[in-house]
């Protein structure tokens, strides 16, 4: 008896700690979505607390003076195009590192891997000016390529532990039927790794919707704004306009899609976000 | 599989081919010319690059900011690795162990902040302390510790410290999950043996729980380690910019300030080199230190 006396003090005792650090975690992104209705007024006046009516007045003049259609267009656009890209370039590198033998292949998958622990900030000077050589500096498809390659080797690592659970019976049956390598690749293997593909595009894309640093350094003019510079450049703004609702209601609009796909995707994100911590 | 080593081979090369020359152009070629491009002085039009050898190294060892960066961005890794760690093994034991009905809903909540912008994460902190607006002043004046509000990022001595919680508050998560896997895999009897030794929940977490998730740990601090040396300054970038004063300049946001801003590029590459030597010897020291016998019972 004193034992479970001890044990639900224990337990209210630990219970605590999580409580506070849950209302830590909740409370700040509740309140974004508070002052996103609020007039100006009202955050001044009472910055913490219920606006006394939801309006939607900040999201419309996010939307109208501060372009942020046009930015929000850039970053579903960048979004799609890396994330597309980054599976082409990677599907069929991650079925040949996994099923064909060849020399090299444990190389050049460490050479890929490796990639992931190197920091890139000394690669973004020559990356600037190679962009501009290409004519893709201040454009959001330079910028999705750049996206693209970065998220390469996550890609490749993620798609071949995926392959590597594929029984080769499949594939051995299916050249049997004279299916070519190309027909095995696309018909067989890629369907197969579906559940593969979707984790590492859900996450590739909530990366790419959510980078901010190379979208500043590679991207200059506000009509190729991606819709982090964009906030960025209304907070910076709000220094001297105090528009911070409009910041709010602008912050809401990026985190919104990050939060649906995460209630749908919960497992996948931190599944496979822990897997490639552990390979890191 | 019936295909001649031709037909093996020109497949071989559909597949590794044009990823491999993408990779080779926007991340190898990129890396190693940044190294060529610190031996230059370059503002960035081509017909001013002038080669100086190593004088942007001897530059590099003059500049007074550059130890304010390194020191910076190691106060981060410290604090860092243990604020995250602390917290990440308690709530991790506390989820697993303690049979508590609604851990899943700690587990969703606390990993969300991993997948937020850090531009959206950097300004709810800069309004967490806002110190006319802000939830830390605030919250001070409400229990009558008024003496204790200042203006947070503002201040030279604070504004570093203040970096430190949105990144733990960020970053738990992940490492919560990691550690969450380590503990799963451990087998029940060897706390049932535990027990019967008569060692208290303290002692199984010390003999226990924590050797056996070492490897868990060991690769937790590893990748706090690196993700804050490559990746510190976003953070910087969107909350102080480097201020006030060059208090918060880690190397990163003080290679884009000499880049993008000032247009020394040479120079900038020169940090860069700094940035990737640093943390693959800090990654080296630390696999050395963390090596330990692989605990089995």
């Known amino acids: 008896m004193k034992r479970t006396v001890g044990e639900i003090l224990v337990r209210s005792g630990i219970r605590l700690p999580l409580i506070l650090w849950s209302l830590a975690v909740l409370y700040p992104i509740f309140w974004m979505f508070l002052g996103a209705f609020k007039t100006n007024a009202e955050i001044y006046a009472n910055p913490w607390g219920v606006p006394e009516s939801f309006e939607f007045g900040n999201f419309v003049s996010a939307w109208t003076e501060y372009n942020l259609d046009t930015s929000i267009f850039n970053s579903l656009i960048v ?13 069929p590198t991650a079925y040949a590192l996994e099923r064909v033998k060849f020399k090299g292949s444990h190389a050049l998958f460490t050479l890929y891997i490796s990639a992931m622990m190197i920091p890139m900030v000394l690669g973004w000077i020559p990356l600037f000016f190679l962009l501009a050589q290409f004519n893709l500096l201040d454009n959001i498809f330079g910028l999705g390529i750049v ?31 004279g299916m070519s390598p190309y027909g095995v690749l696309w018909k067989i293997v890629t369907p197969l790794t579906t559940s593969g593909i979707i984790t590492v595009t859900i996450m590739n894309s909530i990366q790419f919707w959510n980078e901010y640093f190379m979208a500043l350094i590679f991207l200059d003019s506000s009509e190729n704004y991606t819709l982090a510079l964009a906030i960025d450049f209304i907070s910076n703004e709000a220094q001297y306009t105090n528009a911070w609702g409009v910041l709010f209601a602008s912050l809401v609009i990026a985190i919104v899609p990050v939060i649906i796909l995460y209630s ?17 | 599989m019936v295909q001649s080593k031709k037909q093996k081979y020109i497949f071989l090369a559909f597949c590794l081919v044009p990823t491999f020359i993408m990779f080779a152009i926007f991340t190898l070629y990129p890396l190693f010319s940044g190294l060529y ?9 081509s017909q001013t690059r002038e080669f100086v050898g ?8 003059n500049d007074g900011i550059i130890p304010k960066t390194i020191w910076h961005d190691y106060f981060l890794v410290i604090t860092k690795v243990f604020g995250i760690m602390v917290m990440a093994l308690f709530i991790a034991v506390a989820l697993t162990q303690l049979k508590i009905k609604e851990a899943p809903f700690y587990r969703i909540i606390f990993f969300f902040p991993n997948i937020m912008s850090v531009v959206v994460i950097g300004i709810l902190w800069m309004f967490i302390y806002n110190p006319n607006l802000g939830l830390v002043n605030s919250g001070l004046e409400a229990i009558g510790l008024e003496e204790w509000t200042r203006p947070w990022l503002g201040s030279e001595t604070w504004a570093l410290p203040s970096l430190v919680l949105p990144s733990i508050w960020a970053g738990i998560g992940l490492f919560m999950l990691l550690l969450m896997g380590g503990i799963a895999n451990i087998s029940k009897s060897n706390y049932e043996a535990a027990e019967i030794d008569g060692a208290s929940e303290w002692q199984q977490f010390w003999h226990v729980t924590l ?17 804050t040396l490559n990746g510190s300054f976003i953070i910087v970038q969107v909350m102080t910019g480097g201020g ?24 900038g590459a020169t940090i860069g080199v700094m940035i990737l030597v640093l943390s693959l010897v800090t990654v080296l020291i630390l696999q050395f230190l963390l090596r330990r016998e692989k605990v089995e019972y």
């Open chain 2, 244 to 267: 006030p004063n060059n208090s918060t300049h880690v190397m990163g946001s003080y290679l884009y300030q000499q880049a993008f801003t000032q247009y020394n590029f040479g120079y």
């Open chain 2, 37 to 45: 491009y610190s031996l230059f002085e370059w503002s960035g039009a």
């Open chain 1, 264 to 280: 749908i995707f919960q497992r996948r994100i931190s599944q496979g976000m822990t897997e490639g911590a552990i390979k890191g």
């Open chain 1, 147 to 177: 996206y693209a390659i970065s998220q390469l080797p996550f890609t490749i690592f993620v798609l071949t532990s995926f392959m590597g659970t594929i029984p080769k019976s499949l594939e051995e049956s299916a050249a049997m039927d």
């Open chain 1, 79 to 91: 979004t799609a195009f890396g994330a597309v890209l980054c599976l082409v370039l990677a599907i």
């Open chain 2, 211 to 227: 050797p056996l998730i070492w490897p868990q740990i060991k690769i937790s601090i590893l990748y706090i380690v690196i993700t």
């Open chain 2, 54 to 61: 190593l004088d942007n190294y001897v530059k590099l060892f």
